[in-house]
């Protein structure tokens, strides 16, 4: 089969030609020193640029030049036949000369860099260009050299004339390699074989890799591992790393023309967390390309490997008295709870209210930028209101980039509440919601949307009902009672913190109210901060009137939602807003 690596040993400038220091060899008669130059062939891509030239394949006497003539024709023809290159090519002559009486012939002395080539147009349709040379001592004539170069297909390789070819395959011909994937799942603990089906209708190099899928959340993991590949007639295949997904090229395969199975084993080792991977496939046609382009690229769909459920990690926000917000990234160890702060930017101080929507989840992400989407709803979107009654929606977004999108306008006159907090999903319809207490007591629900095009994220208000005033704090958005449902805390004046569970209907998003205990009034801030000890039950923290935070472990239990508390740190009353 052709030898279908990138050959730059053949077309570099620096490996395979005459060096400098050649020329300056003086002359001998050895046989060692008999002077063979060579042609050769290659397949290039669109936007390439490969050469004409010969290749030096002995020899250390070069006192003469090498006539190098191009053409659309085979180089049968002394007098140059189809000489010349098509519409839209574009030669360099490098440092060569190119005579005005002969078209598409160059007049190399033989250094590397006299070397010419040609750019071939990105949008080059299936041709082939035709190369011949011979070489011409000092003092030789030209014009025959010109005859033989165009002519040397017609005449024995001698190691003094001969020919090349340059087949130029385009995109289009390029994608008729395809590629299919057979995927199944791979299971928790244990070993899947998966193949690709290929049709090669070029000769061509395969290389396999994976990358976790886009928009999903992720942990560290132990790696899988792939092995026995399995191949057909006219295949040959190696594993080049182990294991996945490190984005690194997995599988490399050398594949003759024709149909191909190649199968291959992905095992999953013991504490694998659930994940979704996608295949990538580059297929490689081109003896000269061009680096990320030329390649013939396929993703597979998301596949699923099986394990445990990956929950998010949760953390909290802080702004302080100069309106700078910073976030605390969680740790998941009840002992110290919370990595030390980021700045996230500044400028908060214009807002009298700021609520997360749901707790704030926080990585690890894809690397990929996780733009506003379905995959971020619930990880803690923001509404904040200015002082004129505007408010304000900030979409959640991940990876590299900000953590919160550009804010949105939702809509003014919400200074008539003087309590705006987020509930979670509380009508069972996966979107995150807020409920709203008016001046009057009265509390009202406003259903999300999920929306990302406007300012339209809530539905119409629904009233829940009047007497709220009584409650000084209201905490919510995760499930304290362990029955799915966001949940609700709300302070009374009298320091006793009552649980409002939620039913899952926007009509009537809340139970009776249940009785935790007292003593709460010692607290300024109380937020429920989701799961920050990883043992799946929403968490909550409080900070005293000393500076000193305080957090409450959840037991999903209804009537007692919390263990007792455990000391997080001093010094958080250097902000105005935890949320």
């Known amino acids: ?200 209708n070029d000769a061509g190099r395969l290389t396999l890799r994976f990358s976790r899928a886009e928009n999903q959340l992720t942990r560290d993991t132990p790696p899988l591992r792939i092995g026995r590949v399995t191949t057909g007639s006219g295949a040959t295949c190696e594993i080049r790393y182990a294991t996945l997904p490190d984005d690194l090229p997995n599988v490399a395969c050398a594949l003759e023309p024709g149909d191909h199975v190649i199968g291959y084993e992905l095992t999953s080792g013991p504490g694998q967390y659930a994940q979704k991977l996608q295949a990538h496939t580059r297929y490689d046609i081109y003896d000269q390309g061009v680096w990320d382009e030329s390649d013939v690229k396929q993703t597979s769909a998301p596949f699923l490997v099986q394990g445990r459920a990956v929950r998010p990690w949760h953390g909290l926000h802080a702004r302080d008295t100069t309106g700078r917000l910073w976030e605390y990234a969680g740790t998941r160890n009840t002992a110290a709870p919370f990595f030390p702060r980021d700045e996230m930017g500044s400028g908060w101080q214009t807002y009298n209210t700021v609520s997360s929507l749901s707790p704030y989840a926080q990585g690890p992400f894809s690397w990929d930028a996780v733009r506003p989407s379905a995959a971020t709803r619930g990880l803690g979107d923001l509404v904040a209101r200015d002082a004129t009654g505007t408010l304000w929606y900030y979409d959640r977004q991940a990876g590299r980039s900000s953590t919160y999108a550009s804010r949105v306008r939702v809509g003014s006159g919400w200074n008539v509440y003087d309590r705006i907090t987020g509930a979670g999903d509380l009508d069972g319809d996966r979107l995150v919601d807020l409920v709203a207490r008016d001046k009057s007591g009265a509390l009202w629900f406003y259903g999300g949307t999920g929306r990302l095009t406007d300012g339209s994220r809530f539905k119409a208000r629904v009233r829940v009902g009047g007497g709220w005033q009584g409650y000084d704090r209201l905490a919510g958005g995760a499930d304290l009672s362990g029955d799915g449902r966001a949940d609700l805390l709300a302070r009374d004046t009298s320091g006793g913190l009552w649980l409002y569970k939620g039913t899952g209907r926007a009509s009537a998003p809340y139970a009776a109210r249940v009785r935790i205990g007292g003593g709460w009034q010692g607290y300024d801030q109380l937020v429920v901060t989701g799961d920050l000890t990883d043992d799946g039950r929403a968490d909550a923290v409080a900070r005293d009137r000393t500076g000193t935070l305080w957090l409450y472990t959840g037991t999903s239990k209804a009537t007692a939602p919390f263990t007792a508390r455990t000391r997080v740190g001093s010094g958080w009353n250097t902000y105005c807003l935890l949320f």
């Open 1 to 200: 089969m052709r030898h279908i690596t990138r050959r730059t040993a053949v077309l570099g400038a620096a490996t395979g030609l005459l060096t400098a220091a050649t020329l300056l060899a003086p002359h001998s008669a050895t046989a060692a020193d008999e002077l063979w130059l060579s042609g050769y062939d290659v397949v290039a891509a669109p936007g390439a640029m490969p050469r004409f030239y010969p290749i030096v394949e002995s020899g250390t006497t070069f006192l003469g030049k090498v006539v190098v003539a191009v053409g659309t024709r085979p180089m049968t023809d002394p007098a140059g036949a189809g000489a010349g290159l098509p519409k839209g090519y574009r030669s360099s002559t490098g440092h060569c000369t190119q005579p005005a009486e002969y078209t598409g012939v160059f007049v190399c002395e033989g250094a590397p860099y006299q070397v010419p080539d040609v750019h071939i147009p990105a949008t080059a349709t299936d041709t082939t260009l035709y190369w011949g040379f011979a070489y011409v001592p000092a003092g030789g004539d030209l014009a025959a050299a010109v005859k033989e170069a165009r002519g040397a297909g017609s005449l024995p390789a001698d190691g003094r004339r001969g020919t090349g070819k340059v087949t130029v395959k385009s995109r289009a011909h390029a994608l008729l390699n395809t590629v299919g994937f057979d995927l199944p799942a791979v299971p928790d603990g244990g070993a899947v074989r998966q193949q690709l089906r290929v049709h090669a």
